[in-house]
Every structure is written in structure tokens, then in C-alpha cells.
């Protein structure tokens, strides 16, 4: 979202359950098409998410996408992490560190085309799934999360409406770094994205600040007068408040993506 004039983050929409469910398909296609232009090299590089290569972040992508999708694959997913948790299967990660390495592990057994044709094959899906969930489990359905710095309560909305399409996103970031591909950015979508999180930021901090993000997803946000003063790209922004790089000032406060 671009804009000539600063934005106060407090005047900013949040995300209802119809625009996330369509932001969420658009990244989801974009993330598939990043995928299918891969060469075969690519499979092997190390992504910003630690420990993963490219192969590993498909195969969380494959999973996510899959529990979107389906109720009966979402719940398995959960019963198989609640149960590795019980077991200590969890020890010294958390639920986030379990469910993804389970996603990979199911995933792992397909071939790079079959991950791209699988990834594809679930855009549409997985945005149904979303937009099939009815109003009253999105706002009265909530559950801890721990990961990270982040210690909430999360009401499934949420989750649905905006986290599920921020981790698609940021993965996008990340596999476009990876193989050294440009990542274009658009302001209606991603803009949008961003602004998003711009806000959550602002909320989570509490602080006056002027943050101006160049470029066309980019924009100049602030709250209050005075404070901190920050000019960057919008995807260094995003990386240093999910925390794939150090930040300093109040880009260390950590957002969930």
C-alpha cells in the first residue's frame, strides 16, 4: 500500500475473514509459481528459516496447505503433535518446531515435481477451506501459542484470516532469497500484507515512531509525534520483525508471521 501521505497505523483496517481468505489465495498462487520455477540445484539451498533448505519449506508449505484444505488432514495434525509434545517428542522446541517438522516428514516422500504439482493443485483448496469456516469458531475458538519472543492467546480468526497468509508470504521472501530470484512486489497485495503488520507492530510496541517503507509495497506510517525514526525496504522490515535478522530500536520487537 503506497501512499503520498504518512498513515496513522491507528486508522488502519484490520483484515476481516473475506480479504484474508482472498489475500491468502493470491499468496498461496504466487508461492506455487516462485516453486515451479525452481531448478534442480535449487532444492538443496539453505533458506533464512533455520535448519531448512528449500526442500524442507515446500514440504511445510505442503502441510499447511494440506490442513487448510481439509479438516481431517488439520486434525490429524494435531493429534500427532499433541501427541510427539506428550512424548517429549517436543523437548526444547515448541508446538510450531513439531507441527512443521511433522508437515515436512509427510511431505518428504515426494519428488520436487510432485511437491510443485501437489503445491498448485491445493491453492484453490486450501483458500476454500478457509472461507468454509464458520463466523463463530473464528471468534469464539482460542488457544496459547508460544514461538519465539510471542506469548498470546490467538482466536482462530486469526489464524485463519491473517497468520496463515503472512507465513505464506514471508516464505515467499524466503525462497526468493534463497535461489536469488527477484521477488516482485505489488501494492495491492502485498501492501496490504505489509500495512497489516506495520499495525500489528505499532499495537505490540506502543511507542511514537515514523516508519517509512520505500518502494512500491512501501509507505510512511506513523503514531503519535516524535520517537523513532526508521526508513528501510519493506521485506527488510519484515525480516527483522520476524526475527530472520537482528533488528535494533523497535525493530526488535518480534510479530508473528
Known amino acids: 500500500m503506497t501512499s503520498s501521505a504518512a498513515i496513522d497505523v491507528a486508522t488502519v483496517p484490520a483484515i476481516d475473514h473475506a480479504e484474508g481468505v482472498r489475500l491468502g489465495e493470491v499468496a498461496y498462487a504466487r508461492l506455487a509459481s516462485l516453486f515451479e520455477g525452481l531448478a534442480p540445484e535449487d532444492w538443496a539451498k539453505p533458506t533464512d528459516c533455520t535448519g531448512w533448505t528449500v526442500r524442507h519449506l515446500a514440504g511445510h508449505m505442503v502441510g499447511a496447505m494440506r490442513a487448510a484444505a481439509s479438516v481431517r488432514e488439520l486434525a490429524s495434525q494435531q493429534r500427532e503433535v499433541r501427541r510427539r509434545m506428550k512424548q517429549g517428542v517436543g523437548e526444547g522446541g515448541d508446538e510450531v518446531d513439531v507441527l512443521t517438522a511433522l508437515q515436512i516428514e509427510r511431505a518428504a516422500a515426494l519428488s520436487p ?3 510443485v504439482a501437489e503445491l498448485r493443485r491445493l491453492v484453490g483448496p486450501a483458500a476454500r477451506g478457509r472461507r468454509r469456516i464458520p463466523g463463530l469458531a473464528r471468534r469464539k475458538v482460542k488457544f496459547p501459542v ?3 519472543t510471542i506469548s498470546d492467546e490467538w482466536s482462530l480468526g486469526y489464524l485463519v484470516d ?3 497468509t503472512r507465513d ?5 521472501v524466503d525462497l526468493s532469497r534463497a535461489v536469488g ?10 501492501g496490504r500484507i505489509i500495512t497489516d503488520v506495520v499495525a500489528e507492530w505499532a499495537r505490540r ?3 511514537p515512531f515514523r516508519l517509512t517503507l520505500t518502494g512500491p509495497a512501501g509507505g510512511t506510517y506513523v503514531a503519535d509525534s516524535g520517537g523513532e525514526e526508521i526508513e528501510t525496504d519493506p ?3 519484515c525480516r527483522a520483525i520476524s526475527r530472520r535478522t537482528a533488528g535494533e530500536g523497535l525493530l526488535t520487537q518480534e510479530v508473528p508471521f
Not at 505464506?168 to 515467499?172: E, F, N, V, Y
Open 181 to 190: 530470484a527477484e521477488m516482485e512486489l505489488t501494492a495491492d497485495h502485498d
Open 162 to 164: 491473517v497468520i496463515l
Open 146 to 148: 508460544e514461538a519465539g
Open 205 to 207: 510496541h506502543g511507542q
Open 235 to 237: 521485506v527488510a522490515f
Open 113 to 115: 515435481a510432485e511437491v
Open 168 to 172: 505464506a508470504w514471508l516464505h515467499r
